[in-house]
Nanobody, 114 residues
Framework: QVQLVESGGGLVQEGGSLRLSCVAS????????FGWYHQAPGKQRELVAH???????VYADSVKGRFTISGDNAGNTLFLQMNSLKAEDTGVYYC????????WGQGTQVTVSS
C-alpha cells in the first residue's frame, strides 16, 4: 500500500494560482501512474491530469493550458501547478498512485472565489 499526503489547497480569487503537492510513501514502484482527480461539490470525481513513470502526461480538456502536472526525479512527489483558476475549479483535489493497486490521498480543498 502507498500512503499519499496532499497539501497546497486554499482559497484564491478567480484568475489566481495555486500549487498542489502530494508526497507518496510506502510500497512505491518503478512503474506507476501518479495523478490528480477533482471532485466538485455534488459531482463525481474526475481526472484532472496524470503522469506516468515514463513521463507521459494526460490532461482533462478543461485544464489544458492552465494546469501543469510534474513529479520529482525520485518518483515520490507530485505537483499540480494551477493557473488562471476558475470558479468551476472549486472542489477537493485527490492525489492517486496506481501501481500494484490504486491508492488515494485524503484530498485538499481548493476554493476559487468569483
Amino acid at each position: 500500500q502507498v500512503q499519499l499526503v496532499e497539501s497546497g489547497g486554499g482559497l484564491v480569487q478567480e484568475g489566481g494560482s495555486l500549487r498542489l503537492s502530494c508526497v507518496a510513501s510506502g510500497r512505491l514502484s518503478s512503474f506507476y501512474v501518479f495523478g490528480w482527480y477533482h471532485q466538485a461539490p455534488g459531482k463525481q470525481r474526475e481526472l484532472v491530469a496524470h503522469i506516468t513513470s515514463a513521463g507521459t502526461t494526460v490532461y482533462a480538456d478543461s485544464v489544458k493550458g492552465r494546469f501543469t502536472i510534474s513529479g520529482d526525479n525520485a518518483g515520490n512527489t507530485l505537483f499540480l501547478q494551477m493557473n488562471s483558476l476558475k470558479a468551476e475549479d472549486t472542489g477537493v483535489y485527490y492525489c492517486t498512485y496506481r501501481a500494484r493497486q490504486t491508492d488515494w490521498g485524503q484530498g485538499t480543498q481548493v476554493t476559487v472565489s468569483s
